[in-house]
C-alpha cells in the first residue's frame, strides 16, 4: 500500500509465540525478534555482537491465510527467523490508564531462517478459492529447539518414506545470545510485559 513503511528482520525470537483470540473472535500471534548486528574488530582481531533491535511483531488469521496458528505451530523461543512486513504505530491507554505510544511490525510473512535450521514446508489445506501459505512442519539444524510441528534433524529428508531419524540435540552457536532456551534467559520475556509496550497492558484490538 503506498505510504507503507516495509523492512525485512532477521534475528532470534526472546520467547514463545504468544497467541490469543481477541473480543471479536479473531486470532492473533504476538511476537519479539531480537535482532543483533555483529562487527569485525580490528584491534581485537574478532567479531563482536553490536547492540541488539528487539522488534516488537504481530500476525492475524484471515479467511485464506491462518497465519497467527502456523506461526503457534512452526516457531519457539530461540529460533532464528526471517520476517517481513510493515511497521505500524498505534496509541492505547493501559490498565492504569496511562497513554502508550508503540511501533511494531504487522507481519506479512515469517519463516525460520535457513542459514541455521533446515525446515520442511507442510501446505494448509485449502480453506477458500485463495488458498492458504503452508506452515513449517519440518526439522531444526543448529541447536534451535522447534515447537509441535518441527521435528527430526538435518537427516530426516534422507529417510525412507515413512521412517524418520531421531532429531539430533546440539548446542547453540555460541556467538548468538538469543539463541538459548533456558529458563534463566533474562531475555526471555522481553516484549511481553508492559515495560516495552508489551501485550500484558494492551487492549484486545
Do not use: H
Amino acid at each position: 500500500m503506498a505510504g507503507d513503511t516495509y523492512i525485512t528482520v532477521v534475528g532470534n525470537l526472546t520467547a514463545d509465540p504468544e497467541v490469543r483470540t481477541t473480543s471479536n473472535g479473531g486470532t492473533v500471534a504476538n511476537l519479539t525478534i531480537a535482532s543483533t548486528p555483529r562487527q569485525f574488530n580490528r584491534n581485537s582481531g574478532q567479531w563482536e555482537d553490536g547492540d541488539s533491535l528487539f522488534m516488537r511483531c504481530s500476525a492475524w488469521d484471515s479467511t485464506y491465510s491462518p497465519m497467527a496458528s502456523n506461526i503457534q505451530a512452526s516457531l519457539t523461543k530461540g529460533m532464528r527467523v526471517i520476517a517481513q512486513g510493515r511497521l505500524v504505530q498505534r496509541s492505547y491507554q493501559d490498565r492504569e490508564g496511562n497513554n502508550r505510544t508503540v511501533v511494531e511490525l504487522r507481519l506479512d510473512e515469517i519463516g525460520p531462517a535457513l542459514t541455521r535450521n533446515t525446515a520442511q514446508v507442510t501446505r494448509n489445506a485449502n480453506t477458500g478459492g485463495g488458498g492458504s501459505r503452508g506452515g513449517f512442519a519440518g526439522s531444526n539444524n543448529g541447536g534451535y529447539q522447534g515447537g509441535a510441528s518441527y521435528q527430526g534433524g538435518a537427516g530426516a529428508a534422507s529417510a525412507p518414506m515413512g521412517r524418520q531419524q531421531p532429531a539430533q540435540s546440539q548446542q547453540a552457536p555460541a556467538q548468538d545470545p538469543w539463541s538459548s532456551t533456558g529458563s534463566g534467559d533474562s531475555f526471555g520475556s522481553f516484549g511481553s510485559t508492559g515495560e516495552f509496550g508489551g501485550s500484558g497492558d494492551e487492549p484486545e484490538f
